[in-house]
């Protein structure tokens, strides 16, 4: 991320209530500098690791539903 770039983003996070301008600027850095394939990466990192959590489990209901939840956040689209 460029120094402009990073500077926008900052005002971002430092605004009380940012103008839908700078959010949609920020949206589009993050775009460009692969921010959404990373977050997408460390998401099915932390789905897999849940998982693998999960299974030591006992099957339950509550069980099941926290597996269902994981797909449910992984199937998203935004």
């Known amino acids: ?3 402009p770039e990073r500077q ?3 005002s971002l996070f430092a605004a009380d209530v940012p103008d839908d301008n700078l959010i ?3 949206i589009e850095i993050v775009k ?3 921010g959404l394939e990373y977050a997408r990466a460390a998401a099915s990192k932390y789905a897999a690791l849940a998982e693998k959590t999960l299974t030591a489990l006992p099957d339950t209901v509550a069980r099941a539903a926290l597996f269902e939840s994981i797909s449910y956040v992984m199937e998203r689209h935004a």
């Open 1 to 3: 991320m460029s120094s």
């Open 8 to 10: 926008k983003v900052e």
């Open 24 to 26: 949609g600027e920020v």
């Open 32 to 34: 460009m500098n692969g």
